[in-house]
């Protein structure tokens, strides 16, 4: 019924650019301002941590610290797909990236969104950054 479609990864080297995107299906998932739509990323060997999230009905924006300045995400007023841009790749960027979502308000602008708080995942998608 609810599907979630993450899409975009890639191998590129140092430096240079990939957009990922999610893209959101079913009743529940039909307008992404009554949801929060979060990226996450997991690195061999590493725990999933939260890269950004974006929460339609109140514009906010969270960046983890690592990519502020890399990483943009984006979409038509938080409506399908949403994206994520990312700029300057670096190799510790390596990692697979999945899209999630949850109730709004479980994105916040200085609070990283934790795995276990998103219901819906997407299948994730490889990212390889190369030196």
């Known amino acids: 019924d609810v599907q979630l479609q993450a899409s975009g990864g890639g191998s590129v080297q140092t430096g240079g650019s990939l957009r990922l995107s999610c893209a959101a299906s079913g009743f529940n998932f039909d307008d992404y301002s009554d949801y929060a739509i979060a990226w996450f990323r997991q690195a061999p060997g590493k725990e999933r941590e939260g890269v950004s999230c974006?929460?339609?009905?109140?514009?906010?924006?969270y960046y983890a610290e690592s990519v502020k300045g890399r990483f943009t995400i984006s979409g038509d007023n938080a409506k399908n797909p949403v994206y994520l841009q990312m700029d300057s790749l670096k190799p510790e960027d390596t990692a697979v990236y999945y899209c999630?979502?949850?109730?709004?308000?479980?994105?916040?602008?200085?609070?990283?969104?934790?795995?276990?708080?998103?219901?819906?995942w997407g299948r994730g998608t490889l990212v390889t950054v190369s030196s």
């Open positions: 974006i929460s339609g009905s109140a514009g906010i924006i």
């Open positions: 999630a979502a949850a109730p709004p308000f479980y994105c916040y602008k200085d609070i990283v969104p934790l795995p276990y708080e998103y219901d819906y």
